[in-house]
Structure formats: C-alpha cells, structure tokens
C-alpha cells in the first residue's frame, strides 16, 4: 500500500473539516481502488450511513442501496503485513478475495467462491497491472475489444466522487 | 471432587450430542444421567420457551443449570429467572458458543494488553442460512459476549435496516471504531465468528468455527516481526463451560459467562 500523509494526530484534535478532507483522500486515494469490485455488487448508491475518519489514517465507510449493505473499512500504516480483502455475501454463495500488495509482480489476488457443494478458487501468476498492460496492448493491435468499457470506468469515477461528497457532508453535518 | 449427574435436553438432539461428548470426556466429574432426573440440567437457548424450560428444571430440584446457546428473550423475563433461581440458590450457567472457548479465554491477557494499540475492533458472524428464525439473534449475543470481554462499554446503533440475512451494527468504544455484523451463510464450513483488532503496531485476527466441535480457534498476530499463531487447545467451549461450572459447584468460583451476563448483553440489544 501507499505511504500514509502527514501526521494527522488522534481524532478528537482535528476539526470536522479537517476529518472530512482526509476522509476524502481516503475514499479518492484509497477506497477507490475497491470501487469497480463494490459495483458489481452495488451499482447505485442510495446512502451512506457511516463515515468515519480513522487515525493515524484509514476510514469506516457504510454504503447502502436498496436491500444491500458494503462496509469498507482501512487503516494505515500498519507495521503487520498488507491485508487487502473483500468479501461479498449471497443467498447461495459466499466470495472472498486475497490481493497481494499493489505494484509488486506477487501474482494476482486469490479468489475463493463458496458454496454448500464446495469451493473453486483462482489465482493466476500475473496481477492486475501486467493483465491491464497485456490486455491494453492487444487493443492497440486490434487483438481484442476493451474488456472494460471507458463509461464503466467513468461510472466507477462518478461513484467514487459521490460516495467521497457524501462521507464529506455526513462528517460536517455531525460536527 | 464430587461427581455430578446431568440431565441433556430431550427436545434438541444436536445440543443434546454436544454436551454428551462434552460430559462423557469429564468422566471423574459428570455422568449423564439417563433416565432424566440429574442435579445439574442442560437447556437449549434455541428452543423459544427456554426461559419457561428453565423455570421448571428448578422447580423440578435442579441445582445447576447451563443455557446453551440462548436466542434473545424479553429482558425483563430473563431478569426473573434469575431472581427465582436466587431464591432457589440454583447456578445458572449460560455456554456461550465463543466466549468460553479455551484458546479465546488463555489469550485473553494479551488481547487486553493490545486493546490499547487498537483502532479497530472488527467482528463478523456468520449463521448457517438452514438455522432458526432467530439465529441471528443469538449469533449477535454470542457476538457481544465476546466483544463486551475485549471492551466492556461501547456505543452502537443500527448502520444498517437489519434483515432476515443480515445485520450491521457500527459505534464507537473510546477512540477504536466497534462493528459487529451478522450474516447468514449458505456454506456450513463458515459458520462462526471472525475478529480482528486492528491497531498501528498489531493486527490479531481471531477466528472460532461452529461447524466442527473439535475445530480450534485459530489466533494470530501480526505486527512488525512478522506472524504468531497461538496454540490451539482442542477443547470445545462446551467442555469449557462444563469444568469451569464444576469448578463453580465444587470451590463457588463463579461460572465463566453468567446469567447476569447474558442479561447484560439482552439489554444492549433491546436498545439496538
């Protein structure tokens, strides 16, 4: 993960302006990075009920839409390994994901899909920045269509941006 | 040491099984007594009258009682069983699935050590999807139990509009953001509870199964030298429960996890 900002001092020291600002660098520099994952699950945010600054740095974060509910939840710099987790719940099936580090060439994350019957997990020698460069070169050589459209990433954008505005307006209105 | 006859609930096989196993390994201290009449009585918190099955077992001359496993009951009801077991000078007992777990309970030292590093206090609950109605009543006071051991105050309130699938409850103790979460779960094997007390210098990760009574719960720590794994014991919170109220009958310590307790952790979820 990425190096934390400054020393923002324990919570009850800063301003609520000052939490909500780095609230929102953690939702646009940090969270963001689960954003595509959360909406696959959640594609439209109809509220968001927590939002808390963490310290040193790191948030708690409650989204809901409809009948669903996400927690993200981050702290850094933490001196124990890097843990980066998401884990979605359905009727029938549970998802977990392992990401190893960013920016380190570890392999990808490990996926583990449960059901009563039993799990299948992937995991694959390449992470997600090698696929993208991979895959972004076979476009350039019309070897492939963009797997991921420009306005699903815009939309990923716009998600982040509201859910960032929102976490902000919800820390100011607590005081 | 006295040697005590127990009486397993007739109406509930699965816990009637796993207290059998439990009191049969503690053959110097417990013998199930067979044909039902015993001086020590189980009942299953997961029948929805258990209040009323425990009125009666101490009417019936029972001398210690062990809740098992209690789904949320009106407080007030809760409150007088434990004045009419008072008056009738009865133990009541209450075997929390998690919070008197051995590996939980001889690490407990070091969690309360680390509490002050902590930032936050993360906790999860799976229920089996195929369980009672009100299993996740039960799994969130299994849950709290736990928690309160770590933190005895803190503040929640619904981040959530609760569902029949699911639960989300997030607050605050001290500085440390607190959440307690509650899903039901289509895959047995991960039924149970997860917890991690996340701080700058130290991340314990803590992790009690129900699907599998043998199955250990895992403890471990990371921090700046790298990972500790606690050692497990192989000893259910059952046969916990079992020795520590033997422990109680015999010297008058007091049982691991009390009816006042549970009381406690009712009256934080009558204000949820």
């Keep these: 993960l990425t190096a934390a900002p400054g020393a923002p001092g324990e919570p009850q020291e800063l301003t609520a302006e000052v939490r909500a600002q780095l609230l929102r660098g953690g939702v646009l520099g940090l969270a963001t990075h689960t954003i595509p994952q959360l909406r696959q699950f959640l594609p439209a945010l109809t509220d968001v009920t927590v939002a808390r600054f963490i310290a040193p740095f790191g948030y708690h974060l409650v989204l809901t839409s409809d009948d669903r509910t996400a927690e993200l939840i981050a702290l850094m710099p933490g001196q124990w390994r890097p843990d980066w987790t998401f884990h979605a719940w359905g009727a029938d099936e549970e998802l977990h994901i392992d990401w190893p580090p960013s920016y380190v060439l570890a392999g990808s994350a490990t996926a583990r899909l449960s059901r009563p019957d039993g799990d299948r997990r992937w995991r694959y020698p390449t992470n997600g920045y090698q696929a993208e460069w991979t895959h972004l070169a076979d476009v350039a050589e019309a070897k492939a269509e963009l797997a991921i459209p420009v306005q699903s990433t815009v939309d990923d954008l716009l998600f982040a941006l509201d859910l960032a505005d929102r976490a902000e307006q919800l820390i100011l209105g607590e005081g | 040491m006295s040697m005590w006859s127990v009486a397993l609930p007739a109406d509930d096989p699965q816990t009637a099984a796993l207290h059998r196993a439990a009191v049969t390994s503690l053959p110097a201290r417990l013998a199930v007594a067979e044909n039902g009449t015993a001086d020590r009585c189980v009942v299953s918190g997961r029948a929805a009258n258990w209040l009323e099955r425990a009125a009666a077992a101490i009417t019936a001359g029972a001398r210690a009682l062990l809740i098992s496993g209690p789904e949320p009951v009106p407080v007030d009801e809760a409150r007088q069983l434990a004045r009419r077991a008072a008056d009738a000078d009865v133990i009541v007992a209450v075997d929390s699935p998690y919070v008197c777990d051995p590996t939980f309970t001889s690490t407990l030292p070091r969690l309360h050590e680390d509490i002050a590093d902590a930032a936050i206090i993360d906790s999860l609950v799976s229920a089996a999807s195929t369980a009672t109605t009100n299993a996740l009543g039960g799994a969130l006071l299994a849950q709290l139990a736990v928690v309160r051991r770590l933190l005895p105050t803190f503040d929640l309130a619904p981040a959530a509009a609760p569902s029949a699938g699911h639960y989300l409850f997030a607050g605050s103790g001290g500085d440390r953001v607190v959440t307690l979460a509650g899903v039901r779960t289509p895959v047995s094997n991960e039924e149970g509870l997860q917890l991690d007390l996340v701080g700058v210098h130290r991340h314990w990760h803590i992790r009690f199964h129900t699907a599998a009574p043998a199955r250990p719960t895992e403890l471990t720590l990371h921090d700046a030298a790298g990972q500790q794994s606690i050692r497990p014991r ?39």
């Design chain 2, 234 to 272: 192989y000893e259910s919170a059952q046969r916990a429960s079992w020795r520590a109220l033997h422990q109680t009958l015999e010297s008058g310590t007091p049982p691991a996890y009390t009816l006042d307790d549970l009381i406690v952790d009712v009256t934080f979820t009558e204000h949820l």
